[in-house]
């Protein structure tokens, strides 16, 4: 009688912790994830910094005139690229020294354009990271 009550226990305390298992897996396979929230427009703009345009020769011929927005990972970064001007010009015409027309038509070659200038952008950078560069102008002839 002994053992069929060890027997009878063991297997409720199995059901219920199967049944536990079971529970949780659920809970998680239909659980919504939740998206990280991004930055607001605004806070992107507190963030971040407008060059002028800029124009120069492309390495195909022809030239480009190009502005971007600059998004930093804190205000230090900000305040440190705008004093900086001069050395992201730099990048910019050694970067687009470099490209062909069909490269600056292409998104593609944009992609690259700007992941390249941010790259070397960070290199740069003492006070913080450059996030994301934006072209928000582009004029190619």
Do not use: C, H
Not at 30 to 53: F, H, N
Not at 64 to 71: A, E, V
Not at 75 to 104: G, P, Y
């Amino acid at each position: 009688m002994k053992a069929k009550l060890k027997v009878i226990i063991i297997m409720a305390l199995s059901a219920i912790v199967l049944l536990g298992v079971i529970w949780f897996g659920l809970t998680q396979l239909t659980k919504k994830e939740e998206k990280p929230k991004g930055l607001s427009a605004d806070e992107i703009v507190e963030t971040s910094v407008e060059t002028e345009m800029i124009t120069t020769n492309l390495g195909s011929g022809g030239y480009i005139q190009l502005r971007f927005r600059i998004q930093a990972s804190n205000k230090d970064a900000v305040e440190e690229l705008t004093e900086r001007n001069f050395q992201v010009r730099n990048i910019v015409l050694r970067l687009a020294a470099s490209m062909t027309t069909e490269e600056a038509k292409s998104a593609n070659g944009m992609i690259k354009f700007e992941e390249d200038m941010k790259n070397q952008l960070n290199e740069l950078l003492q006070s913080g990271t450059v996030i994301r560069v934006y072209t928000t102008d582009k004029i190619i002839q």
